[in-house]
T-cell receptor, first 113, second 114 residues
Framework: DQQVKQNSPSLSVQEGRISILNCDYT??????FLWYKKYPAEGPTFLIS?????DKNEDGRFTVFLNKSAKHLSLHIVPSQPGDSAVYFCAASQQAGANNLFFGTGTRLTVIP | DGGITQSPKYLFRKEGQNVTLSCEQN?????MYWYRQDPGQGLRLIYY???????QKGDIAEGYSVSREKKESFPLTVTSAQKNPTAFYHC?????????????FGSGTQLSVL
């Protein structure tokens, strides 16, 4: 039973435009959310996180938005760069510091120069 | 250079054989984790360890075993009881913190059955 879902397996965006990656979850007890980025032949690396007490968190070109009522979060990348081309995983847990993260299936982003 | 090293990158298992995947970290992290990823699915937690000589089952621990004799090392054994072991295995570590869940991952091991 997939509690965290990324319904778009892939996304292509022109360089300089906005990339929007979406993530939905089913467990209303989740209150901490993270995005990881994965390049081929490397492990995932942490990108950005958000706690359920906030609805937005920003770090440079990356912004995560959380809509708790819709159980939906999104990652915005502005402007998109070719180096952003990677697989992006959304993850969730019931509390920050908890030992079990539930991961989505990933979205492959391709930024076209 | 601090990080997590997983070996081997590729591993083949014969029927009825146990195989061990290695994971070493030099980040001085207390917590270590093993995740499994199947094609088209998210990562699922197999086992985790918060301190030396202690570990807990994750969601899919059946057919796997681990040990944590040293802080730096968290090897995963895929036993013959695991009937569908073909998958990509991720090892990760983190600072044990109530406020931080930033996992650091190794580059993974692809396990296939011959």
């Amino acid at each position: 039973d997939q509690q965290v879902k990324q319904n778009s397996p892939s996304l292509s965006v022109q360089e300089g435009r906005i990339s929007i990656l979406n993530c939905d979850y089913t467990n209303s007890m989740f209150d901490y959310f993270l995005w990881y980025k994965k390049y081929p032949a490397e492990g995932p690396t942490f990108l950005i996180s958000i706690s359920s007490i906030k609805d937005k968190n920003e770090d440079g070109r990356f912004t995560v938005f959380l809509n708790k009522s819709a159980k939906h979060l999104s990652l915005h990348i502005v402007p998109s760069q070719p180096g952003d081309s990677a697989v992006y995983f959304c993850a969730a847990s019931q509390q920050a510091g908890a030992n079990n993260l539930f991961f989505g299936t990933g979205t492959r982003l391709t930024v076209i120069p | 250079d601090g990080g997590i090293t997983q070996s081997p990158k590729y591993l083949f298992r014969k029927e009825g054989q146990n195989v061990t995947l290695s994971c070493e970290q030099n980040l001085n992290h207390d917590a270590m984790y093993w995740y499994r990823q199947d094609p088209g699915q998210g990562l699922r937690l197999i086992y985790y360890s918060q301190i030396v000589n202690d570990f807990q089952k994750g969601d899919i621990a059946e057919g796997y075993s681990v040990s944590r004799e040293k802080k730096e090392s968290f090897p995963l054994t895929v036993t013959s009881a695991q009937k569908n072991p073909t998958a990509f295995y991720h090892c990760a570590s983190s600072i044990q913190s109530a406020y931080n869940q930033k996992l650091f991952f190794g580059s993974g091991t692809q396990l296939s059955v011959l």
